[in-house]
Structure formats: C-alpha cells, structure tokens
C-alpha cells in the first residue's frame, strides 16, 4: 500500500508554509503542493466566482494526481470555498483559519495583531472568530494588499520585502495600544514563510499562524483513514505542481529545491 499523500492547495507559495509544518510531524506523507500561480492572489476574487474556479481547479488536479486528503493552504479560500468542495470530493477537506483563538490564550497584554489580506479581515467568518476567542482583547487589524504578492516575488523573482515589512510595522504600531501589542496572528498562509525579518523588525512579538494545528489535523485524519505510514526512517515524497501558463523561473526552482521540492509537470 502507497503511503498517504495529502495535496496542499494554494494560490502560491503559501502551500509551502503548511506543507513545511506537515512534513515536520509526518515526514513519511508524501506531498504535493499545488500552486494556482494562474488565479494568484485569492483575495481579490469575489467569492462566488472564486468557488467556483478552486472547485474546478481541484476536480481536474485529482483526476491527473492521486491525494487522500486535501489541505486548501490559505485563509481567504478556506473561508469561502470548503463548503462546496466538500460537497464534490470524495476525501477529506481540511482548511485554514485565522489562529485568533491560540494567540488570545497567549497573549499576556491582551492586545494583539491580526495580519492579514483584506479579504480575509473583511470575512463575516473572522469577526465571528474575534466575538468567539478574543472578545477580551484589543485586536490590531491590519489587512495587507501588498505583503502576499511581495513574498510571492521574492520567491520567484528575488526581489526584496523590506519596504513592505515597514509598512506592516507601521500600521500594526499607529494604533493607540499597539505599544502593548505582545502577539500578532500570521493570518495568510504566505506570512510565515518571512517571520524572520518580521522578528528581526518587531522584537519582542509573538508571532503565530495555523500550520502546526493543520499538520496535527492531517496526522489525525491520517489515523482516522487507517493510511499506512512507514515505521522506518523514511521519508516521503514532496513534489511541486505549478497551475496556470507561467512556468517557474530559475529563482524559483532553486528555492524550491534548496527545500527539498522537485517541480513535476501538471
């Protein structure tokens, strides 16, 4: 029997944010990370029309590329999309939602950052998170147009994210209480990929975002499905699909394979 392969679905390289975290408890899984570099970046879709391409983007994938589990890796099309696409696949969905709820648990001060696209700040499902887990604190929310598709360019292209990161750390500390601010919700699956830098320019933050609890989600449905996985030290496969008409660029490929990833065609 094959050992289990969950498909990570983003519209870049945030796949590689949850991919990471899932390879890092279940180093066995095979993964295929999909990016829909054709329909990048989610959040300036409108969400019916966005439902309706991931479904169909997800059907024709899995009819070329076996998965048991389906992991869609970003905050904007997890919120919108899930329902109908666990109304046509026959495996299990998992999706990604704003970690509001572990940072309220943490945060000491009481005030924390949420950063995030504008999509996903403006989703009725993320104030409901706010109401449900963080009414006791002041939430700094900052929705970003800019930060996902300079991440997504330093990883295709080498360009820098410095001048974006300045301006995140100049709207998350305009706030009145942002001096107390002591975590910040990494609200986008791209954002983690560069808490480095974020670190290194606002010491002194906790920053944290959902890939852990998707890792421990997947081991669970893992279990659940009775999937073999290899007692041995070995681990599985990782390949990288690029959707849309633009091929990888030299930059591109070399990050990926610096990270273990092999690009193999659609």
């Known amino acids: 029997m094959h050992a289990p392969r969950v498909l990570v679905f983003d ?35 409108q969400e ?37 696409l666990r109304g ?3 495996i299990p969905v998992v999706g ?15 005030v924390i950052g949420l950063l995030a696209t504008p999509g996903t700040v403006a989703r009725a499902y993320t104030a409901q998170l706010i109401k449900d887990f963080a009414s006791h604190c002041c939430v700094i929310a900052v929705g970003s147009r800019s930060l996902a598709p300079a991440i997504e360019s330093q990883f295709w292209n080498d360009s820098s994210v410095d001048e974006v990161l300045q301006q995140i750390k100049a709207e998350l500390c ?3 209480r942002g001096a107390e601010m002591d975590t910040v919700v990494l609200a986008c699956t ?7 830098p974020l670190a290194e320019l606002m010491p002194g933050i906790e920053w944290i975002d959902s890939g852990d609890a998707i890792a421990r989600r997947v081991q669970h449905l893992i279990g659940e499905l009775n999937l073999p996985l290899s007692q041995v030290d070995h681990e599985g496969n990782r390949e990288v699909i690029i959707l849309g008409e633009k091929r990888a660029t030299p930059t591109l490929t070399r990050q990926l394979e610096s990270l273990g990833l092999k690009l193999i065609d659609y």
Not at 15 to 20: E, R, W
Not at 54 to 79: E, G, W
Not at 96 to 110: E, L
């Open 11 to 45: 519209s870049g390289v945030g796949s590689l944010s949850i991919g990471a975290a899932i390879h890092r408890l279940i180093p066995q899984a095979n993964l295929l990370y999909a990016m829909d570099h054709g329909g990048f970046p989610y959040g300036e879709w």
């Open 96 to 110: 990604v939602v704003p970690a509001i709820k572990p940072a309220a648990q943490r945060s000491r001060s009481g």
């Open 48 to 84: 019916n029309a966005l439902v309706l391409h991931i479904c169909q983007a997800v059907s024709a994938l899995l009819q070329k590329h076996h998965a048991d589990i389906l992991v869609m890796a970003c905050n904007s099309a997890s919120t919108a999309v899930l329902p109908a």
């Open 174 to 176: 305009k706030h009145p």
């Open 190 to 196: 791209h954002f983690p990929l560069i808490q480095k």
């Open 88 to 90: 046509i696949l026959n």
